[in-house]
């Protein structure tokens, strides 16, 4: 079992940055692969992001690849999305997910076995 808070949302100019981060508690960290999707209002939950294991492979959608990136701290056992050229429409709640099973695929939403409760990030063009 692991529990997830994310933390770091607000509002931002198109444009800004802002950084996610996603503190697990719980099971061992480092066993999980990692994902972030987000949630716009009347649409359906997105992948964003995912890391699968400490130094390995990462994914992003084409939406975010170049402006995102997803990282890992397995000693403050905290996942972080750093958020770049924001654009408005990113705007979003945005969620963080893990799951023990990593050779699964990850831009799933259901690859994963826990998530949090998610953050809201609006971006104000």
């Not at 695929?105 to 971006?123: F, I, K, N, P, S």
Request: charged share 20%; proline share 2%.
């Amino acid at each position: 079992q692991v529990q997830l808070v994310e933390s770091g949302g607000g509002l931002v100019q198109a444009g800004g940055s802002l950084r996610l981060s996603c503190a697990a508690s719980g099971r061992a960290f480092s066993d999980y692969a990692m994902g972030w999707f987000r949630q716009a209002p009347g649409k359906e939950r997105e992948f964003v992001a995912a890391n699968r294991w400490t130094g390995g492979q990462t994914d992003y959608a084409d939406s975010v690849r170049g402006r995102f990136s997803i990282s890992r701290d397995n000693a403050k056992n905290t996942v972080y999305l750093q958020m770049s050229a924001l654009k408005p429409e990113d705007t979003a709640v945005y969620y963080c997910a893990a799951t023990v099973y990593r050779l699964r695929a990850l831009e799933r939403l259901t690859a994963y076995d826990y998530w949090g409760q998610g953050t809201q990030v609006t971006v104000s063009s």
